[in-house]
């Protein structure tokens, strides 16, 4: 058994003595005998029963005896052999390592170096005893060390500086605020007994109050007022010194600061300044700041106490108003157009309170008057409603009186009304009333009806005051009138007979140009009693309706006379005759022949009056072309007293002349119509075409050989120069018609010649009739004057002077 012996105590005899040739040092010690708790032990364990428990030990912090022997500890196996005394645990082999250590061979724990209790309050260490081999000879015995606490540290406030708020005129006793300090040494110890004191107080503005205003309570820190007289009007805030102690008070101090401030209460109610106030506002306008009335409040500035609330006790709906949040001043504005005439001034009595309640010794409400007074102005006309809405009829009867007493002025001015907007024309106005009325009816289907409304701007004019003015929109909402009837469609149709008869039926629909209610739903009957009986009409909707057969009806064609009726009021109907075709339908539904519908046809035209009909047509198509035929190729007789080359047409020939390219006879020729052309009465080459009928030409190929004649001769000499006198024509044309009676190359007489297409309409003869025309006595000539310069020359030759 170990047990620890008090430094001043008699040491026990050793039991047994060592023989130095034995000893054996801590170094020499393996580590399982030198740590033998550590390991277990291969005998058997015996449990030794502690007679001693070592009582704490306790030592004092920061002690300047180091190193300090603090116990001595004995095993009472030292009087059978030696011993080796080991220590371990916090402060030995663990952090904080260093602190303590243990004499192997006396046993006295030691502190290395002074110890701190803020640091580390208490250690817990195991003593252990041990024979020279390493082999444990008891149990570990514990040690508790405390370390006693010194007043080493001074207390220090929790904040530099303290701040807190008491309303003004607060009773003494109030509390303001807790202080607090913390001190590092043993709480349980009096050195962190703390006291707190106030050492100092400091008034703002200085010197403003001189009395103690505030106390503290030395064990809580609670700093309260100690008197009456906090005005905030005198003072605003206190600087406090404070000052903590520990041991009571009596040991260890420091110094501290708090700043209270005194906080307004609403105790002060505001008042005007001047309480009279005049102003001046113009009529018809919305004024933002009329003026502004003055109270003034004097509790803390910019805060709740202070601010001001203005009110009008009799409003009348004209003004308001409303506080400046800088200056809290009331600023009046008219919140509705004031009328001169109506009114001409106000008086208005003004409030003012604090947004927050006052407190009740000090409640009152101050006021003020203020006159308004409204200045006139030329006001502009004024419309009674705009827009103007009116509801008519589209088909309203023209002149029909709309709208009237529209306007009026405010000053009695003369007014004059206008209709600056119309885009259908469909307004008329009174230019002194204002009363408007319909110039004529109206159509909903104008692109300028919108949703039934049709708008329209009104203008008028203040003749009296330089053409002030105002505008209203007139909106004209039309409602539908049943203008038009419905139109039946389809009308015609396809009804399959190789179908079941109650699946057979052409549909119809109607078309109306009004609208709802003016229009569907629609009504379909047969006018046709007779056509009834085997035909009927089923209804599937509001615009759609099925025409069915109510007999087994054969192939062909009919018409049906049906009537369709809208639901306008008055309602409108209209007939049509629907031609219904029945046949034999392919799979797309279309008929696969009409000829059975033709032949099967029981009403409207029948085969035989068709074919009739086709005959007479195609009968009338052949005469006119062979009239045409006819009028072509026979040629017209001259007019008894005709000119030559004229026929029976009175059209001018002029109208029937092309113009060719000259066909004269060599230089001589100047003239492409000189009298050369007749050289050759029976050639007529150079003759225009358009003497001869066209259709009765010959057709284009080779012209006939004369049989009187050998071929290939040449041709004789033709006469070139026509005679000077008038007179000597006929031996002119005779010496011609002799040279080509001998020419052998030329057709034989009377042949008729080939020439170009040159247009058709001629209504001349052939000119081999001039020679059976009679004598020259018996011609006018004056008609050639009228040919144009290109028969000048022919007409000087037959002019009778």
């Known amino acids: ?37 550590r390991h277990r032990s291969a005998g058997p364990q015996v449990r030794v029963k502690r007679d001693w428990i070592i009582p704490p030990i306790r030592v004092s ?20 052999g030696e011993v080796i005394y080991m220590l371990e645990g916090p402060g030995v082999d663990q952090d904080p390592k260093g602190l303590f250590e243990i004499d192997e061979k006396t046993g006295w724990i030691k502190s290395k170096m002074p110890l701190d209790r803020e640091k580390h309050k208490s250690f817990k260490l195991k003593a252990f005893a041990l024979s020279p081999s390493g082999e444990r000879l008891e149990s570990p015995t514990t040690i508790e060390i405390y370390v006693l606490d010194q007043n080493d540290h001074r207390p220090e406030f929790t904040q530099k500086e303290f701040v807190g708020t008491i309303p003004e005129f607060s009773v003494p006793g109030t509390s303001v605020m807790q202080v607090t300090a913390i001190d590092s040494d043993d709480p349980m110890t009096e050195n962190a007994a703390l006291s707190y004191f106030i050492v100092g107080q400091e008034s703002i503005p200085p010197h403003s109050i001189n009395k103690t205003m505030f106390g503290i309570n030395n064990k809580t820190g609670v700093i309260y007022t100690r008197d009456v007289g906090l005005d905030r009007d005198v003072v605003q805030s206190f600087k406090l010194t404070l000052q903590v102690a520990d041991m009571s008070g009596m040991g260890l101090t420091s110094t501290g600061r708090a700043i209270i401030h005194i906080s307004d209460i609403n105790n002060h109610a505001p008042k005007f300044h001047p309480t009279m106030y005049n102003m001046n506002a113009m009529e018809n306008k919305n004024i933002a700041e009329l003026g502004r009335v003055n109270a003034t409040d004097k509790d803390q500035k910019g805060g709740d106490n202070w601010k001001i609330k203005y009110t009008i006790v009799n409003p009348s709906g004209h003004f308001a108003i409303r506080t400046d949040p800088v200056s809290n001043q009331g600023i009046i504005s008219v919140a509705k157009p004031l009328d001169y005439e109506s009114q001409a001034e106000y008086r208005l009595i003004v409030k003012a309170e ?28 004024v419309f009674y409603k705009n827009p103007i809405k009116v509801t008519v009829a589209e088909s309203i009867v023209p002149g029909t009186v709309l709208v009237s007493d529209i306007a009026h002025d405010p000053d009695n001015s003369k007014l004059r009304f206008e209709i600056i907007q119309d885009p259908e024309s469909w307004l008329a106005i009174n230019h002194a009333t204002g009363q408007i009325t319909a110039r004529r009816s109206f159509n909903i289907r104008s692109p300028h009806v919108r949703n039934n409304i049709y708008s329209a701007i009104v203008k008028v004019i203040d003749q009296d005051a330089d053409g002030i003015s105002a505008t209203a929109t007139l909106e004209v909402n039309l409602w ?40 569907d739903p629609f009504t379909f009957y047969i006018a046709d009693q007779n056509v009834a009986a085997n035909w009927t009409i089923i209804t599937l909707n509001e615009t759609h309706a099925v025409l069915h057969p109510l007999i087994d009806i054969e192939k062909g064609e009919f018409s049906i006379p049906v009537v369709v009726s809208d639901s306008g009021s008055p309602s409108l109907s209209s007939n049509a005759l629907v031609n219904v075709t029945v046949c034999s339908c392919d799979s797309f539904g279309d008929c696969k022949s009409y000829t059975a519908a033709v032949f099967g046809t029981k009403m409207g035209i029948s085969f035989i009056a068709l074919m009739i009909i086709m005959g007479c047509i195609a009968l009338l198509l052949f005469l006119i072309v062979l009239a045409v035929a006819v009028n072509g190729c026979t040629r017209q007789n001259i007019r008894k007293g005709g000119g030559l080359l004229v026929g029976v047409s009175d059209d001018d020939i002029r109208d ?25 009465p029976r050639d007529m080459v150079p003759a225009p075409a358009s003497f001869f009928p066209q259709n009765c030409s010959l057709p284009r190929g080779k012209q006939p050989l004369r049989k009187d004649a050998p071929h290939n001769l040449p041709s004789p000499t033709y006469p070139r120069k026509p005679p000077g006198d008038p007179t000597d024509i006929e031996d002119f044309i005779n010496v011609g018609l002799d040279a080509a009676d001998n020419d052998p190359n030329v057709p034989p007489y009377d042949t008729a010649l080939i020439y170009d297409y040159e247009g058709d309409g001629s209504v001349a003869g052939s000119l081999s009739s001039i020679a059976s025309m009679g004598s020259d006595d018996d011609q006018d000539y004056d008609y050639l004057n009228d040919w144009g310069p290109r028969f000048k020359k022919l007409a000087n030759m037959y002019d009778p002077r």
């Open 354 to 381: 604090n947004e927050v309640r006052l407190k009740s010794p000090y409640k009152q409400i101050h006021s003020a008057t203020v006159t308004v007074r409204v200045m006139n102005e030329n006001e502009a006309p």
């Open 656 to 680: 029937n002349v092309f113009h060719y390219d000259e066909q004269g006879g060599g230089e001589e020729d100047e003239d492409a119509f000189n009298i050369d052309f007749l050289r050759n």
């Open 61 to 80: 912090e920061n002690s300047k005896q180091v190193p300090e022997d603090l116990v001595q500890i004995k095993s009472d196996k030292i009087f059978t």
């Open 480 to 519: 539908e009138t049943n203008d038009y009837p419905p139109v039946l469609i389809p009308l015609s149709g396809t009804v399959c007979s190789d179908q079941d008869r109650d699946k057979l039926g052409l549909l119809l629909s109607a078309v109306d140009e009004d609208m709802s209610p003016q229009a």
């Open 1 to 37: 058994m170990m047990k620890a012996v008090a430094v001043l105590g008699a040491l026990l005899a050793v039991a047994c003595q060592v023989s130095s040739s034995s000893r054996v040092t801590q170094s020499d010690l393996k580590p399982a005998a030198l740590y033998p708790w």
